[in-house]
């Protein structure tokens, strides 16, 4: 292993995933001098010398309506990946998250010959609980991020390492508020809403507009008001602005971090999804909320069986962080209780940091390493 060079596959579907794979690839570069990484990803995997051969946004799709608009593009695009991995031969595939599109790839691979790791477990726990299954014959290993998912592929025999998540490593259990207000230019005597409608143009396209007439709701209380709203690339603040059509002053940052910036804020409005986490993370009182297309919420009512689905509420096993899906997802209902969080009459925030702090701990485990090490013990 040591006088050639390793190749390794890789795939993640959306920025998300383009961080814990850049994280991955670095922590196995310190491991392998010589060593080549080819599939998907995003600019930050792209950063770390990764070789992606799509657009990482052409697999950032959700749910059944959009899936279904997009099936032609991604089956070609995996028929395509498909082919150019059996070419290639790589000492191990990994798949983060995107279970829909990854598995299927893992498990080609698999019947070829090539060791394959699935980075994220897929939400076995809430639907489509028979996909375990499917990922026993697709992998050589699982990787999960939530402690709980363990067990449940332990009592299936499958192969399974829980490992915590990178950015429970990357963000301080004790962050500094005055310091990234500083780095923001923001006074420490007034408040600051963090707005962040997805990572998706659909999650921004649905959400973006309800969220800033939420916001204004919150000027009118809160004259002072900061408004930020992390993006990540100039397609999400394009979509952003032409949805957004109202007159409330806001700050598009693009050139930090999104837990960068929900560290100085005092609340923060979220979609569901990782920046839930990260909000978490950074200790900061949040609202989460979320609508879909009218089919996909359909289906998902009927087949999903979980009270939550923001990762702090799934983490804690109890409601943590409000929660407001498709209809109740109105302006009014979400500034309502972004203005409690902001009152702070009950000391909410003393109790509520103190519980994110100790979710942020049991999920801080040195995960780039654990999943270096795990794709190393593949390699022949």
């Not at 749910?63 to 395509?80: D, Q, S, T, V």
């Not at 790589?90 to 010959?113: H, T």
């Not at 002072?224 to 992390?230: H, R």
């Not at 979609?271 to 919420?297: D, I, N, Q, S």
Request: glycine content about 4%; some cysteine.
């Amino acid at each position: 292993m040591r006088n050639r060079t390793i190749i390794i596959g890789i795939v993640a579907g959306e920025a998300s995933g383009d961080i814990l794979g850049a994280g991955l690839i670095r922590a196995l570069k310190k491991y392998l001098k010589k060593v080549c990484f080819f599939g998907i990803g995003g600019p930050c995997m792209q950063s770390e010398d990764m070789k992606s051969w799509y657009n990482i946004e052409e697999l950032s799709v959700m749910g059944f309506a959009e899936i279904i608009m997009k099936l032609p593009r991604l089956l070609y695009i995996r028929r395509n990946l498909v082919r150019k991995f059996i070419n290639l031969k790589p000492d191990v595939f990994i798949g983060i998250d995107s279970p829909d599109f990854n598995i299927s790839l893992e498990n080609c691979l698999k019947k070829r010959g090539i060791r394959t790791i699935h980075y994220v477990s897929p939400s076995v726990w809430a639907w489509r609980k028979k996909r375990i299954f499917t990922l026993k014959k697709a992998t050589d290993n699982i990787l999960v991020i939530l402690p709980f998912e363990k067990k449940i592929y332990d009592h299936f025999n499958i192969p399974c390492q829980f490992i915590g998540h990178s950015l429970a490593d990357q963000i301080p259990l004790n962050p500094n508020k005055v310091s990234a207000r500083q780095k923001l230019g923001i006074p420490h005597d007034v408040y600051c809403l963090a707005v962040l409608p997805g990572s998706r143009i659909r999650e921004i396209k649905m959400l973006a507009h309800d969220f800033l007439v939420c916001a204004k709701l919150l000027k009118n209380n809160f004259p002072d008001l900061e408004i930020l709203v992390p993006l990540t690339n100039q397609t999400s603040i394009k979509k952003f602005i032409s949805v957004a059509s109202t007159s409330v002053k806001y700050r598009i940052l693009s050139n930090q971090s999104a837990w960068e910036i929900m560290m100085a804020a005092d609340v923060s409005l979220v979609a569901a999804g990782t920046a839930t986490l990260e909000c978490m993370l950074v200790k900061c009182p949040m609202v989460v909320a979320y609508r879909m297309h009218p089919l996909t919420f359909m289906l998902a009512k009927h087949f999903i069986n979980i009270p939550w689905i923001s990762l702090p509420n799934l983490l804690a096993g109890h409601e943590l962080v409000k929660e407001f899906i498709q209809n109740n997802c109105r302006p009014e209902n979400l500034a309502q209780t972004l203005i409690n969080l902001l009152n702070d009459d009950n000391n909410q925030h003393i109790v509520l940091k103190k519980k994110f702090r100790q979710l942020h701990y049991s999920i801080r485990c040195k995960a780039d390493e654990k999943a270096a090490h795990a794709v190393l013990r593949l390699i022949k």
